[in-house]
């Protein structure tokens, strides 16, 4: 079993690369995983596993070698070693280099009738995609799409926030007009979360195929979503503010929708 000590080891300085760039992801399909939940829901999501690094004081081997079934290059690493990659500080020893998956929209598939689907429009900070992306897999959509993304869906943070939940989810990015396309070719109605000509959420029925489209805080949707848009709805606010983090709003239109389909998959 190969083992790495020092943190000047070219593949140990490579694996830093991949934490930090991800231009350096892009270039190389690969990206980083820690902790054991995340590594066993990317493993239950057929996700391809280049290697496993681990630091014998917090896992064992055994423990290790018996999840993978020898299918994976397994490599000891010391303190420092793991010390300077985990992003975490709380990962339990274990870290994964893993190849990216395909996000393109033609990898969505559905098994419902009336698909419940969530888009999301430019958000930039990794700690609101990852909450949108636990919200989605809280509420079982059949499909997350993200629009014109600022953020690579690889970034630790959104791995971390979402607490594996990127691999739980069916995911896809494309431009908002690719997704709007791609919605209607799917006879899914659009719901864009916008104050513009919109309605109230709660009067809406979603009891057909529909996508809840939701933006930014800062700049909300782009026209494109509100001209397409099957209905603007809004979120009535009472107090002395005029709007809320992205993943709330998203998490209390999904489940009104979730129940009046009396939260049946």
Not at 59 to 87: C, H, P, R
Not at 195 to 206: A, D, G, I, M, V
Not at 245 to 253: G, L, P, R
Request: proline share 2%.
């Amino acid at each position: 079993m190969k083992e790495i000590t020092s943190i000047q080891n070219q593949y140990i300085k490579n694996l830093i690369k991949l934490q930090e760039k991800a231009r350096e992801r892009k270039k190389q399909g690969l990206f980083l995983i820690e902790g054991k939940r995340e590594i066993s829901l990317a493993i239950e999501a057929d996700y391809e596993f280049d290697a496993i690094l681990f630091f014998e004081d917090l896992i064992t081997f055994d423990e290790i070698n018996n999840q993978f079934k020898n299918n994976v290059s397994i490599i000891k690493i010391s303190k420092e070693v793991y010390q300077k990659i985990a992003y975490r500080s709380s990962t339990e020893g274990i870290i994964a280099i893993v190849k990216i998956k395909d996000f393109s929209l033609q990898n969505i598939t559905f098994n419902t009738k009336t698909q419940l689907v969530l888009v999301a429009e430019g958000i930039e900070k990794p700690g609101n995609i990852g909450a949108l992306l636990r919200t989605a897999d809280a509420a079982n959509v059949d499909a997350v799409l993200i629009a014109n993304p600022k953020s690579d869906l690889y970034n630790p943070n959104i791995i971390r926030s979402s607490v594996g939940c990127i691999f739980t989810n069916q995911i896809a990015i494309g431009s908002s007009k690719e997704i709007i396309a791609f919605l209607k070719e799917n006879h899914i109605n659009i719901y864009a979360a916008t104050l513009q000509n919109s309605n109230e959420y709660h009067k809406e029925n979603y009891l057909n195929s529909s996508a809840i489209v939701v933006g930014t805080e800062a700049s909300g949707l782009s026209e494109v979503w509100r001209e397409n848009a099957t209905q603007n709805i809004n979120i009535p606010m009472q107090g002395k503010i005029d709007s809320m983090n992205v993943s709330v709003a998203a998490a209390i239109v999904i489940f009104e929708a979730k129940r009046q389909r009396e939260f049946k998959s």
